[in-house]
């Protein structure tokens, strides 16, 4: 079989995500769509149809970031998709759901903008009880770092405003961002990871602080050192009542928050715990409570250079098509035990270009469950299965245990009970012990937030806030030692999952149960 030499460590140096991809279609992938070898597929106890039961219109849209919330007010979630990467101009898109789970094919919205969409998050940033939409832009290869920045596009009573009404005064390229409550003053404040910087330098980690509902326009904190960033995650990783951030950049750097004697919450802008450095760059990052710790995971991708002369033997007699078995690549899916070992604790026997990951409990036994997904096996082929792994004691099953047979390039996974057939409501309550910001709730995926009492006392927008699905509520004034804190919200232990993809089809894998 004949291989052809694509240069791709190379060319790293001078592009980003998207570009990667295509340079690979000079190696002989033209399909990007395809089915997992059926020998290579898990026994499943899953409940989820190996083919998604939703699929988007718009093939070449290039789909990287995503994020599930109630854009138009109707209860239920809709989808929103960052389009473009580095690969086209293309419009940030809302899905409207139909109050069934079920999206339309083509988008419900579109800006009237159009540029190189990576990242989304989503949140009430501007305090008006409706769901705004952030979006980070990574510029073109041909184009510099100083073309990308990241903007927001409020929603104005049900609908997103067509343009863009915030930008970052500051420009680089970035894939990503999230939005926390980094100070405990109770807004959401954007935090956003950064590629690239003028000159195709790594550039500093940043956050615009939010004041009143308004975010700045220059950032408030930057990290002490540059890196190659691409995404990141808010938590209360320690369980000290303070939202942390976790970055996923070489070395996984977690930045630890600390209240300072006076009351206040500051981020230091030099790392708490880094990993091991491993080969390749980790493109996503999630972190959770497995086995009664805090576990991070993420998915390394090397982009590994094919040799130019076959091994020993000659190459694999393997098809090359999508989700070929994983050759020469050493990346793999790995799990850290955050302030114990720089070490991973555990990574999948399977290899190739990591990308998303998630963890959320989809097998309904309360234990955190590891969905991942990639943009291919190097070099034989473009494109991968979602796979899901089992949780069990801490860490994960070497093997998946359910894997999907729609392959693609994956990227961003999400979950949610899109019908709102299963939702149940959970509480917790607390009798704060010491000063804190952050109440952490019972489960890593929430459905939305039925009330929040203080005291007793029911509080009301601007004395909270919480990220769509997320599983935190950050307080704007601090919950001091003696306070009853009780929080009651909406789960679902029949989650369905949406996959985007930067070259084919956006998913949705329903769960069967409630479909």
Known sequence: MEMRRCGLAAQWAAV?????????????????????????????????APQPGWSSADAEAHSLGAALADINGDGFKDLIVANGNDLAENPVTVFYNDGRGRFP?????????EDHHTGVAVGDIDLDGWVDVAITVAPAPENTAAEGYAKVYFNRGGALEPSPSYRTEDRYRSTGGALGDYDGDGDLDLAVAVVFEEGRAPGRVRIYGNEGGRLSPSPTWQSDTPMT????????????????????APSL???????????????????YWTARAEDGL??????????????????????WDPPSEPPPGGWPETENT????????????????????EAPIWSAESVGWGSGVLLADVSGDDVLDLLATRWGPAVLGMGAPLEIYLGGAGVFGAKPAWVSRTCTVGETILVADL????????????????????????????????????????????????????????FGQRLLPGDQVTVRYLVSSQPDIVLTSTFAPNHVFYRRSSR
């Open 16 to 48: 980003t995500l998207g570009a990667l991809a295509v340079a690979l279609t000079g190696c002989g992938v033209d399909e990007l769509h395809g089915e997992a070898d059926a020998a290579s597929r898990a026994p499943s106890r899953l409940p989820y």
């Open 105 to 113: 094919t083509t988008p419900s919205w579109s800006s009237n903008d």
């Open 229 to 248: 960033s691409f995404n990141m995650k808010f938590a209360d990783i320690d369980g000290d009542g303070l939202l942390d951030m976790a970055v996923a």
């Open 253 to 271: 750097p977690i930045y630890r928050a600390r209240l300072d004697p006076n009351g206040s919450v500051t981020l230091p802008a030099a790392p």
């Open 282 to 303: 980790p493109f996503f990052v999630d972190v959770g409570i497995v086995g009664g710790s805090p576990r991070l995971v993420t998915s390394y991708n090397d982009f």
């Open 322 to 341: 999508p989700c070929a078995p994983g050759l020469g690549s050493l990346s793999r899916l790995m799990v850290y035990a955050p302030f114990v070992d």
């Open 419 to 474: 019908s709102r057939d299963s939702l149940e409501e959970a509480s917790i309550s607390l009798s704060i012990e010491r000063p804190r910001a952050v109440v952490t709730l019972l489960h890593q995926v929430t459905e939305g937030i039925v009330e929040v009492r203080r005291n007793g006392v029911a509080l009301g927008r601007g004395e909270y806030v919480v990220v769509p699905g997320g599983n935190w509520v950050s």
